[in-house]
């Protein structure tokens, strides 16, 4: 018995993306477009009504922005993750849509590969970010880490605060090789934290780590 397919909802203003991107999408094995919105406000009723597990979010839209959507469609249906698809990948566009809860972001000059491995990745609970987007990211939570703080907030369950900046790491998407070229360590270092991050978590693989850190806030 096969899989059921993974279904997706397109959230675009522009009827020649929704429409291209439903022919682009119909052509991928085991995925299948359950419905398109041109705004925010109607991608979160047909989000309740079609439970689409991915959403394919522009940013730009009247009535309701793709990061208002995203942080609504994100606290009502834990189920169905957001992909940001989007022709802007600056500061202003990309933290807002992390922050609301996207664990996937694109610009509109990704091909059809980088839109299915995106899809099948975000289906799977994990993340996908477009490789610009990814070091912006990288480079603010590592600058972020950097800033001397007065008190440090308290970590859960006992994480320390390089677990935690791993965490971080993991969340947005890197393998451990990035990691420790990041955080200018060896591939054992980073192996370590994250065997360590596994057992204080009770995470039993990344996917779930992702999970934790966007729970407690961590991400």
């Known amino acids: 018995m096969s899989e059921a397919p993974i279904r997706v909802l397109i959230a675009d203003d522009q009827r020649v993306v929704r429409e291209g991107l439903s022919m682009l999408i119909g052509l991928i094995n085991d995925v299948e477009v359950v419905g398109t919105a041109s705004d925010g406000l109607e991608a979160i009723e047909l989000v309740r009504s079609a439970r689409p597990d991915v959403v394919l979010m522009d940013l730009r839209m009247p009535r309701m922005d793709g990061a208002q959507a995203t942080r609504q469609i994100r606290d009502a249906f834990a189920d169905t993750q957001v992909l940001v698809l989007t022709t802007y990948a600056d500061d202003e566009s990309l933290f807002p849509a992390l922050q609301a809860g996207a664990r996937g972001y694109l610009t509109k000059d990704a091909s059809a590969e980088e839109i299915e491995q995106a899809i099948r990745a975000l289906a799977a609970g994990r993340t996908h970010l477009d490789p610009s987007v990814q070091q912006r990211l990288v480079a603010a939570i590592v600058d972020a880490s950097n800033i001397p703080r007065a008190e440090s907030p308290e970590l859960p369950d006992g994480l320390t605060p390089r677990e935690a900046e791993v965490l971080k790491l993991i969340a947005a998407g890197l393998s451990n090789a990035e990691i420790a070229e990041a955080l200018v360590?060896?591939?054992?270092?980073?192996?370590?934290?994250?065997?360590?991050?596994?057992?204080?978590?009770?995470?039993?693989?990344?996917?779930?780590?992702?999970?934790?850190?966007?729970?407690?806030?961590?991400?």
């Open 185 to 219: 360590v060896s591939s054992a270092t980073v192996k370590t934290h994250v065997n360590r991050i596994f057992y204080k978590t009770g995470a039993r693989d990344r996917a779930q780590a992702v999970r934790y850190a966007y729970q407690h806030a961590i991400a």
